[in-house]
Structure formats: C-alpha cells, structure tokens
C-alpha cells in the first residue's frame, strides 16, 4: 500500500522548554477525565507540530503520567528531520513518527490532540477544515486542543474541540506584572485573532476583561491573584459563561464557553454580536 502524504506544511518549529506548561496544566486537571474514561487500553495523547524540539513531548508525557501511569503520547512532525531527533528520546510511552492532520496511528484513535503554534500560520479559512480532519482521528469522547503562545509560555491561549465542534476558548496569563488583560489578545487561537475588532464577541470579552480589571484595581494591595479573582467573578456575575472557578481563576486561567465568543459567522452582522 502506497504511502499517504502528510496533511499540512512544515511549521517554523520554535519551541522552548516549558513553553506549553500552562495548557499541560489544564489537560491534567479539568480535561483529565477523558484520559481516566479510557478502560481496556490505554489512552493516545498525540502532540501534534511539536517543532524543532522533541521537549514539549517529552514533558507532556512526564506531566500525563501522573494522572494516567499508562497513557501513551505520541509527537507527530512533517519533518523527517524533527522525527529522527524526537526517535532518541522514545521510551514506553512516549514515540514519534511522521505525519500531519491526518494523524496517523495505525487504525488508532486518540484520546487528545495537542495543536500549538501549528494552526498560527494558516489562513483562517483553513481552520475548520483542519479541526474536522483531526477530530475525526478522535475517539468519541476525545478532544482536540487548537493553541497559542507566547516564546516563554507566559501568555496562552486554547480552543477546546470536540467532534461535535469547539466547546470552549481558555486564556491563562502569569499574573506577575500584567498590566492589562488584553494584551493576551496578539496570542488569540487562528479562529479569532483578527476577530477581535468592534462588534465581535471576543472582542467584547477582551474589553470586559479590561474593565473589570480596571475597576478592581484596589484589590491589588492583597496581591495580584487577589485582583485577577475579583475580575473573574465580576465578569462571572456579568453574564460571561465561565466554566471555571476560583480554583482555576488562582493559576490565572479562565474558560469561557465557545459560543459566547464565536466568530460571527458569514452574512451576519458582526456589530449585532455583542456576547452577554
């Protein structure tokens, strides 16, 4: 049989140590029981577009094990080059091999996809298309997740997708010296980074974020994650549909659901779509 060409362009590789601690960090807590559903064998984590280096991989298998003692991640490149060096670093549990969207794992499905600084290079137009062929290598209660980062990890943003669709958007910040919450806007997921104009709904939640944070300002004397607490529950008791709370709200995460922040879509009055 004749071997199916990777889906999906080389990206720019940049990678860093830690750099995808954040998102790691979601996945073993709130997203940890898809790994823990799995019964009769054990669940596929794939890191998808790892980059020049094999580490966010290696880390990302160090950090699951730990909620999962048997979970299986798999790094998958275009690259022939960025395979070779993930190969010297393979251990049970952990492997690499080529590949793209199409996700190849001999008939398998996975539990996660992790996709960051992948689809940042694409036009959006091509997102959809992307997040349908990954979703469909999922299992059925699998999860794609589409992100974005800063180089040191720092600011980090997610899209969550199911089969269904996307379900979630997560915004994580390091709370220490952060002037204002939408500057995590230029690490918006490819589906809303040009979205955040006048009139559309991520924009408004920027903006919301924005003033809550201004307004809470006195809080900071008790310290900046004192703060960051307060604009979260004012943007809570706003109408903002969290689906988080104090405990994630601490690590300066917030996730939001998807359709509170949605592109608007075609032919619609994007200046009608005013979130909450």
């Not at 939640?205 to 604009?231: E, K, M």
């Amino acid at each position: 049989m004749a071997r199916t060409r990777p889906v999906g362009v080389i990206t720019r590789g940049t990678t860093n140590p830690n750099r995808l601690r954040r998102c790691d960090r979601w996945l073993a807590g709130p997203a940890a029981w898809r790994l823990r559903r799995a019964t009769g064998f054990p669940p596929i984590v794939v890191d998808l577009g790892y980059g020049a280096s094999p580490v966010t991989a290696v880390e990302l298998h160090e950090r699951l094990t730990r909620v999962r003692p048997d979970v299986e991640v798999v790094g998958i490149e275009i690259d022939p080059a960025r395979v070779a060096a993930g190969q010297r670093l393979a251990r049970p549990g952990l492997s690499f091999r080529r590949g793209g969207f199409e996700v190849p794992l001999d008939g398998r499905s996975a539990t996660v996809v992790r996709a960051f600084n992948v689809l940042r290079q694409y036009a959006e137009e091509e997102v959809p298309g992307a997040w349908e062929a990954v979703c469909s290598r999922l299992t059925d209660d699998g999860l794609l997740v589409d992100g974005t980062c800063d180089e040191l990890g720092r600011l980090a943003t997610w899209v969550a997708v199911e089969r269904s669709g996307p379900v979630s958007l997560t915004l994580s910040w390091h709370l220490r010296g952060l002037d204002q919450p939408s500057a995590i806007a230029e690490r918006l997921p490819k589906a809303l980074i040009h979205r955040n104009i006048p009139g559309e709904a991520v924009h408004n939640y920027l903006t919301d974020l924005d003033r809550h944070w201004a307004r809470s300002a006195s809080h900071a004397a008790y310290g900046v994650r004192q703060r960051f607490l307060t604009t979260a529950q004012a943007m809570r008791d706003g109408g903002w549909p969290l689906l988080d709370g104090p405990s994630r709200w601490r690590l300066g995460e917030l996730t939001v659901a998807w359709d509170a922040v949605a592109p608007a879509g075609p032919g619609s009055d994007p200046v009608s779509h005013q979130g909450p």
